[in-house]
């Protein structure tokens, strides 16, 4: 959280119409409330895929999973990769 305050305050205090900056910034809010590191519901069923979001939006890191066992490492890592995957050849398709 105190990072993603630090980014708006910068936002904030960038160049460019006030205006702007209030929509852009009200369009980010919007967008990064949704992200798992600000909002998450725990669920033991949708562990591994939490993890990954995690760990794709930045909040931990694959070395941060070193007291889970290596199958639920293995599982993540692989839910990572594809989802990077998936990422770049969307990028690739735009």
């Not at 006030?18 to 980010?28: G, T």
């Not at 007291?67 to 599982?75: A, L």
Request: glycine letters at 6%.
């Amino acid at each position: 959280m105190g990072r993603l305050v630090k980014e708006y305050a910068a936002m904030l205090n960038g160049e460019g119409k006030a205006s702007d900056k209030f929509w852009d910034l009200e369009e980010r809010i919007k967008k990064d409330k949704r992200r798992p590191g600000i909002f998450l519901t725990l669920d033991r069923a949708e562990m591994e895929y939490d993890l990954c979001s995690l760990i794709l939006d930045g909040v931990v890191t694959m070395d941060d999973l070193a007291p889970f066992s290596e199958e639920v490492r293995s599982r993540v890592d692989f839910l990572v990769q594809s989802a990077r995957r998936s990422a770049e050849e969307e990028d690739a398709s735009d």
